[in-house]
């Protein structure tokens, strides 16, 4: 199935938070730079959107934008992603 692609206006309304907040997310690191359309407006594909809701999820939780983006980074092969994340969500939680 063929996505539409977002832009920001409308990952900023799906995810529940501003556009301001998107691009501080961008520039801090949270949320990989988008493409931008030949006009220069960004371009989000769904898993912006899947990273948007477990920012906020994560948040709601209690976890700070630094052990967020500590989590986000863990992602990936070879990666001992659960010990790590289960350490910290204890510390937190």
């Known amino acids: 199935m063929n996505e539409k692609p977002l832009?920001?206006?409308?990952?900023?309304?799906?995810?529940?938070?501003?556009?301001?907040?998107?691009?501080?997310?961008?520039?801090n690191?949270?949320?990989?730079?988008?493409?931008?359309?030949?006009?220069?407006?960004?371009?989000?594909?769904?898993?912006?959107?899947?990273?948007?809701?477990?920012?906020?999820k994560a948040q709601s939780l209690g976890f700070s934008l630094d052990e967020i983006k500590r989590i986000m980074s863990l992602r990936g092969p070879g990666k001992e992603t659960c010990r790590c994340v289960v350490s910290m969500a204890e510390a937190t939680l």
């Open 7 to 27: 832009l920001i206006g409308r990952l900023a309304k799906l995810s529940g938070v501003r556009p301001d907040t998107i691009r501080f997310y961008e520039r």
């Open 29 to 56: 690191g949270l949320l990989p730079k988008p493409s931008r359309t030949a006009s220069g407006y960004r371009v989000y594909d769904a898993a912006a959107l899947n990273q948007m809701r477990f920012i906020r």
